[in-house]
């Protein structure tokens, strides 16, 4: 399968190129140049088949022209060592819980397919590629760790000075070997924008392979529709329609949802709910696509200004915006709206969510009020409470036992370089580094 380019539909490229490139020279995301349809049967068939099986099929029809069967089944037995139980919190309402893997975020299971993915491409280059990362806070965790002690493979991680929990920038920045951080004096948008400036700057390009893994990558974006697979096979039989809500920063999330909707899978509606940082839910509401300055949030993996997965939204749905808009609802909240959902579905429910998974919760819940008794509805918990212990803790007035996986990090000794949020000092320092 070849990919196109979301600003060129004539530029088409491999697999390896689209994975390699990471953006498309025209600044473009890699869209695959046809989405194949699943057959009814599989879909039927989706309660009885294991997370590895559902794997090992929907990668098979959309990686099978490209890697061998060994192949595939190694790359997804590598990514799916974790489950992703779909947890019962009120009638009618499901948590996915995305933070079973060892950094205990979603994005593990992207960063893990992606590193993997890549070792598979790059076999038998001379040259070592490098990965260039910018993260709010998780990003960096999951692809530091993903990636960690990969052969042929650097990682250099972009992050914004202060604007991360210490947790985070323990689980990328203690781990040493190929994984280097930089921590810039700047926001997130700044991190993302140098990491872009660099895959455009022919110099560099010229002196050195350079990738991305953040979610504009297909080999991180495209393996995060398999849970939503997986999801639906686990919810029991209903006659309601079923609607999916994803807290959403860059929109990776949501558009590998969207992707396995168009493969096939029976979501009737999505829920785009995001933080302050409200540039799609505004679009989705009829107004135009107007990029603005991240906002800082206690759900900070969250807060993104400019997402990056924009458009490749608009391309799954044929840019028909009016589609769009009709299978997508947009709802954003405050921080206080958050925790106080934390708080109810602690209090009704006893279960504890962390600020992304309440965000995501609390668009089901109004969608579910604007559109009473037709909806079965899934929200995905994307981490683990206890990364985002501080605001878990104050806001239920409770203390988090941490997983002992997060207590061996907060051990390590942080090792981090500092940077100027300016361009022409990362480029001297990627140019020195080689
Ligand atoms: C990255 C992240 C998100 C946002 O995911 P996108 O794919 O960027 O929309 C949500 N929640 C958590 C915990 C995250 O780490």
């Known amino acids: 399968m070849n990919f196109y380019s979301t600003n060129n539909p004539k530029h088409s490229v491999s697999l390896k190129e689209a994975v390699i ?50 192949q595939i089944k190694e790359l997804v037995d590598h990514t799916l060592t974790f489950d992703a139980p779909l947890v019962k919190v009120e009638e009618d309402v499901y948590s996915l819980e995305l933070f079973h893997g060892p950094t205990l975020a979603f994005k593990d299971f992207g960063a893990r397919f992606c590193s993997k993915l890549m070792s598979i491409l790059m076999k038998g280059e001379e040259r070592n590629v490098r990965v260039l990362v910018a993260t709010s806070g998780d990003t960096g965790s999951a692809v530091a760790n993903g990636f960690y002690k990969v052969p042929n493979v650097e990682v250099i991680i972009l992050y914004p000075k202060g604007k991360v929990s210490e947790l985070q920038e323990k689980q990328f920045t203690t781990l040493g070997e190929n994984i280097t951080t930089l921590e810039v004096d700047g926001v997130f948008d700044d991190c993302q924008k140098m990491v872009k400036e660099a895959f455009l700057d022919k110099e560099l390009n010229e002196k050195m392979l350079l990738t991305s893994a953040n979610s504009i990558n297909i080999a991180r974006w495209i393996p995060q529709c398999l849970y939503y697979f997986y999801a639906y096979s686990r919810l029991p039989q209903t006659d309601k329609k079923i609607a999916v809500s994803v807290p959403s920063g860059n929109f990776g999330n949501l558009g590998a949802g969207i992707l396995a909707e168009r493969m096939g899978l029976p979501i009737d509606v999505f829920i785009a709910s995001t933080n302050v940082n409200k540039v799609v839910p505004n679009y989705l509401a009829g107004n135009p696509f107007i990029t603005k300055s991240s906002m800082q949030t206690i759900s900070n993996s969250m807060d993104v200004g400019n997402p990056s997965n924009f458009f490749r939204l608009l391309a799954l749905y044929d840019n028909d915006e009016k589609l769009f808009r009709e299978k997508v609802k947009g709802f954003y909240f405050e921080d206080q709206d958050t925790k106080y959902g934390m708080l109810k579905v602690k209090e009704n429910s006893n279960y504890i969510m962390d600020p992304h998974g309440a965000v995501g919760y609390l668009g089901l819940r109004n969608f579910r009020k604007q559109n009473p008794d037709q909806f079965v509805g899934i929200f995905l918990e994307t981490a683990h409470p206890g990364k985002f212990r501080n605001v878990v803790e104050e806001t239920l007035g409770l203390k988090l036992e941490l997983p002992e996986r997060l207590e061996k990090f907060m051990k390590g000794e942080k090792k981090t370089t500092p940077l100027k949020n300016d361009f022409q000092e990362f480029k001297k320092y990627l140019l020195i580094s080689i």
């Open 21 to 70: 490139r990471g953006l498309a020279p025209d600044q473009g995301l890699y869209m695959p140049e046809k989405i194949p349809v699943l057959s009814k049967d599989f879909i039927q068939d989706l309660p009885n088949l294991s997370f590895l099986e559902i794997g090992y099929h929907v990668i098979t029809e959309l990686f099978g022209e490209d890697l061998t069967k060994e």
